[in-house]
């Protein structure tokens, strides 16, 4: 049989199509065979053409791989020993290789220690006199390991020893590059056993990555991998050598004679280090010289005649060349914006920053411009508080720059500034939209890609404005329907489409009058069916989507049906992740205006979803079946699938960089799972009892994503995973029967235990904060529902403190103790994602039972509250204390708890009253406000201090939200016992600061407080009748108030008139027609 499938195997390699679907159908035949084992085996050692002894092993490799346990055990021991004796002959590097892929997956199935001649003969071959045994040898247990590296788990300590030896071997860079693959493989399953024999191995590792690279860079690129693995898996390896690695990374990184591929692995690393351990790299005084290197690569000068690839100027999509350095670079600053504090990091910056901007090379200038654009999402807080004016008008000023390079630098920064630092940029409005407008005047003569950079600043800047946007409407909508319909560039359409949307966001209602023209243009790219109006398509879906949600549901609803129907029809037609991404947006967007158009067509819609989220197309293991073979034996008798990811077959061109445990994920395919997760959990929320019997197949599919490699599809997927529970908390509500009660309570025993755990184990911090986000508005919506089960409280409430103390996996607390208060932005923020969890804990059950949880976490919170912290922090600290006695006032048992924790807080609030900035101030005037009403009675031996407090500020303070806030907690301190208050002297001082100015939510409680005062005290009210009804008239004119508050001032209003009619009618008529006309319609309505 041997020679007859020799010849078979000849014809599969033959350039002949008919020949070879001939010899497949033979084939076939042959895998019928029992004989078929031995006969490979004898092809794969006799044939004398390499390419057939291949072909011969991967057919063997994929056999054993399915049906192991179908070959007889003699075919198996022969195929051990034939193998292994074959290998060692084998002269072939490609052979070798198809070889160790086949003794991997023999391995899979028979464990090392049942194979022990496999062990020998790496033994015997990797500590061989001839090099070239050593190179094989090292190449089998590089592919057998990285298959299968915990069975060899009990070998590490030898391996180990093993490697110290080979890594001296610098003259066989073979041998140095497959021990550093396996060494890699390892990594992630070393213990505490191998730590210092690891340690141990860093310095000569650095040293053969050093030849590695001389002798081979793409061999050098693959094996720079071990670096990343060793930081990700177990960092305290490499922390005695930091300095060291991060020597040899920048050196690398620096290096412009090699390969873009190499330099970015090394940078990669830098930022992965920064990531992972920023306050050990500041601690060993490692941002200096990170800096001094990468600031050269930042600022370097393309070769002649050459363009960095942002700033080529064709029209195509993919300007994402990943292999940059200088991408590598920027992200290098951007990892520090986010992962070190502010202040020391912008006092090594800085000089570098200002520098380039005064350079005369534009590249340089340029470097300035992207590193100001890439700290503004880190270091938000900082360079608006301290920086935001002198930022902005430098980036103003290279707008106007002669040399296009800096003016488009100037755009992405003036975009980041926009997006990340609100709501302060947008008080930059007048001079910054003529700016932008003049840039879109040009719209026709620039070439798309600057055009493209214009937008993406307008669009970020524009999105932000609100009512604001107001004067520049008529010439946006004019610039955009005019690109609309006369742009020749599907591009500019595109952009112009995209930045509807952005206005959108601002304009909401106001863009009513530009409704009609916007859809019919939508309409016709959305039926359009040719390939190159995809990209279009896409985005005049986001754009739908945004109006759905904006423009009014009076105005959208009856084209929701429609929408719904389109959206379908796309799905159905044309089989394209971004365009399934953005239906999915649409439907959601739909559900929210009109859930009913989406009840009929609810089993399609979760179908398509579910079907993106179970799909693995785009999912792409490393390194392929030969597509041919992979037919062959698909056709067995057994139906299995081939699942397991094959990542150790023949070596395949590198994979990029987001390569994720052995795989490569498409962005398209990932964003689509993103929105299918996202959109599920909104249509679950807004369709409601339709929903419940797609509920379980949906939870069960969103709940599988959470380990998802990618971190947006593990945020999206917690989301989700919230979303459900509060729909069927919802459902519950309108139809409260048994069985819904049952499924909310069986969703919460597997969400919140879910959620507690990824907020211990989760390494993204992004992933975590949208962990506890979603916990809070679970919590917030399910309420007491959501402790029935009691281990829920003392999980969520160690989870909360496991955040603040800084003990989950995400926070780089590390060996190194703090030794100051100054932290990361974002890891402050995070904090303050677990500290908003705990007022709504509180809010949501006896507070006797939440108390022992509160006493360890107000300590924590206190600490937040020193003077020495951030502004942020005090902010922060204070007003959560402020919400938590706000949420003792509603539950039972507050108020004995708030009495027993006055003595704590009533100091840290005061102190917060007499904070330098406004909004600790704010804060802390709130929070004691809420601890006159928590604590009741037994706190009025405090009004004395907590007056003569009030009334020093209400002479001096000029903030506004404050001034709204002391009037506000005033009115607690009346409502909660009016006796102790000097009504005579309050009441006045605090009408004449109304209406309230900033913060409009204490309407309630002012108005609830003078309607309570009019029946206790009517003489007092009367004699300050007119500015009363003048507060209330300006009230009830505002846009969006209250229902509560329209009820309480209509009542009050409707009593003035009944009772004291003369004097009510007096204030009435010295106001204002509209004013006027409000009131009595008010009264007339109540």
Known sequence: MAEELENILSQLIQPDTAVIQQATVRLKQAFKDPAIIPALC?????SQNPQIRQSASV??????????????????????????????????????????????????HETPDRWPALLQLLNESTKSSNPHDRQVGLLLLDKVLESNPEPFQPHYIQLLQLFHTVLQDLNNPTALYYCILTLTAMTAYTGTKEINQMRSLIPSLIVALRHLIKADQNQASKAMEVLNELMESEVSIIVPHVAE?????????????????????????????????????????????????????????PPPGEHDPEDEEDDSEDDTDNDNPKRCAAQIIDTMALHMPPEKLFEQLMPFIQAALTSENPYEKKGGLMCLAVLAEGCADHIRTKMLSSMLQTVCQSLSDTNQVVRSASLFALGQFSEHLQPEVSKYCEELMPLLLGYLSSLNQAKVGHVTKAFYALENFMENLGDGIEPYLPTLMDTMLSALNNAESLKIKELAVSSIGAIANAAKELLVPYFTPVIESLKSFLTATTEEMRSLQAQSLDTLSVLARTIGNDVFRPLAAECVQLGLNLTDTIDDPELRRCTYSLFSAVATVSPDCLTPHLTAITTIMLLALKSTEGITAHGEEDKTFVLLDDDDDDDEEVKDADHFLEDEPEVDVHDVAGFTVENSFIDEKENACDALGQIAYSTGAAFQCFLESSFQQVYEMRDFPHEDVRRAAFGAMGQFCRAQHRVWESIPTEENHLVLLKLLDVVLPCFVEAVRTETERQVVMGVLDTMNNVIKSCKEEAFKNPEHLKAVSHAIRDVLKKKTVCQDSGDEADDDDQQAEYDAMLLEYAGEGIPIVASSVPAGSFAPFLNDLLPLLMSKAKSTCSVAERSFSVGTIGEILQALVSVSGGQVVANKLSNRLLPVLVAGVRDSDPEVRNNGVFGLGCLAQATGPNGISDYPMMLSVFSNMLTKESDL????????????????NVDAVPLEQVVPALVARLPLKEDFEENKTVYSCLALLYTHSPALIVTLMKPIVAASSHVLCTKDINEDVQHTLAMLMKEFSRHHSADFQAAVTSLPGEQQAKLSAAVSAS
């Open 961 to 976: 939200r404050v001034i709204d806030n002391l009037c506000a907690a005033l009115c607690r301190m009346i409502m909660t």
């Open 42 to 46: 004898a092809v794969m050692s006799g």
């Open 59 to 108: 057919m063997l490799r994929l056999r054993v791989k399915k049906h192991w346990k179908k070959i007889s055990p003699e075919d198996r021991e022969s195929l051990k020993a034939g193998v292994l004796q074959v290998f060692m002959q084998e002269t072939e590097h490609t052979v070798q290789h198809s070889l160790s892929q086949l003794c991997a997956v023999m391995v899979k």
């Open 245 to 301: 690695i991060v020597g040899f990374c920048l050196e690398v990184g620096s290096a412009a004679t090699l390969t873009n591929s190499l330099r970015v692995k090394a940078l990669s690393c830098i930022a992965l280090l920064i990531k992972m351990k920023s306050k050990m790299v500041l601690k060993q005084k490692l941002l200096s010289p990170i800096l001094l290197a990468i600031f050269p690569v930042l600022c370097a000068a």
